[in-house]
């Protein structure tokens, strides 16, 4: 994959990475069951392209699941944890946020781990 970010690696580097740190029975359920979402992930033929690496790279049957939902599928699944209240110890009231700006989020995390 060309795909380069100031971070090393783009996607494909970064799932075979994940890949090769899962435990080896669970790497053939991982590796077909790969979903892709997001904006980027509607540009043609991405899914193909990335399953098509994967299987080269990673010498598995590879399955990359494209949702046609997907672009919202990250706010969705957001939408869902926030409203679990499970995750209501992490919110952020407006008030605070609006104070003290993205420091809010950090501190948040800070107080949780």
């Not at 053939?28 to 690496?53: K, V």
């Not at 957001?78 to 679990?84: M, W």
């Not at 209240?85 to 605070?96: E, P």
């Amino acid at each position: 994959s060309s795909g380069g970010s100031s971070s090393g690696g783009g996607i494909v580097e970064m799932i075979v990475s994940g890949f090769s740190k899962s435990p080896l029975d669970t790497r053939r359920d991982f590796a077909c069951n790969i979903i892709i979402a997001g904006g980027t992930s509607l540009m043609d033929g991405f899914s193909d392209r990335l399953q098509q690496e994967l299987s080269e790279i990673l010498m598995n049957r590879v399955r990359v699941v494209a949702p046609p939902e997907r672009l919202w599928s990250t706010w969705i699944g957001g939408s869902i944890l926030a409203s679990l209240s499970t995750f209501q110890s992490m919110w952020i009231a407006r008030d605070y946020y609006n104070e003290v700006g993205a420091a809010a989020a950090r501190t948040r995390w800070d107080l949780l781990h």
